[in-house]
Nanobody
Framework: QVQLVESGGGLVQAGGSLRLSCAASRRTFSNYAMGWFRQAPGKEREFVAAISWRSGSISYADSVTGRFTISRDNAQNTMYLQMNSLKPEDTAIYYC???????????????WGQGTQVTVSS
């Protein structure tokens, strides 16, 4: 059973920073690609970033490139999303996902956490 738990969301002013974490069971984390999606009110869930098992391959959505950084600590079974220069349009529920390949993760074909709310005020 895949278990993913996000944390680190909150309220921040525009221009500020937040770091999201996704804790996974060891069985989930081993050899899995991981990623982040987000869903704003009234919009579809969209891809944010993804990282391969050994961090050799990383992918970002154009909207967050240069502002967000995805990383993972395999020893701690945890993935992170460092979000800098936040904008009001980054406001959304952020979901952690895990999949067998990086491509599957970017397509949203993996397992999901419950999400964590990020709100950026102007």
């Amino acid at each position: 059973q895949v278990q993913l738990v996000e944390s680190g969301g909150g309220l921040v002013q525009a221009g500020g920073s937040l770091r999201l974490s996704c804790a996974a069971s060891r069985r989930t984390f081993s050899n899995y690609a991981m990623g982040w999606f987000r869903q704003a009110p009234g919009k579809e869930r969209e891809f944010v970033a993804a990282i391969s098992w050994r961090s050799g391959s990383i992918s970002y959505a154009d909207s967050v490139t240069g502002r967000f950084t995805i990383s993972r600590d395999n020893a701690q079974n945890t993935m992170y999303l460092q979000m800098n220069s936040l904008k009001p349009e980054d406001t959304a529920i952020y979901y952690c996902t895990a999949g067998t390949t990086l491509l599957a993760v970017t397509r949203g074909e993996g397992s999901w956490g419950q999400g964590t709310q990020v709100t950026v005020s102007s």
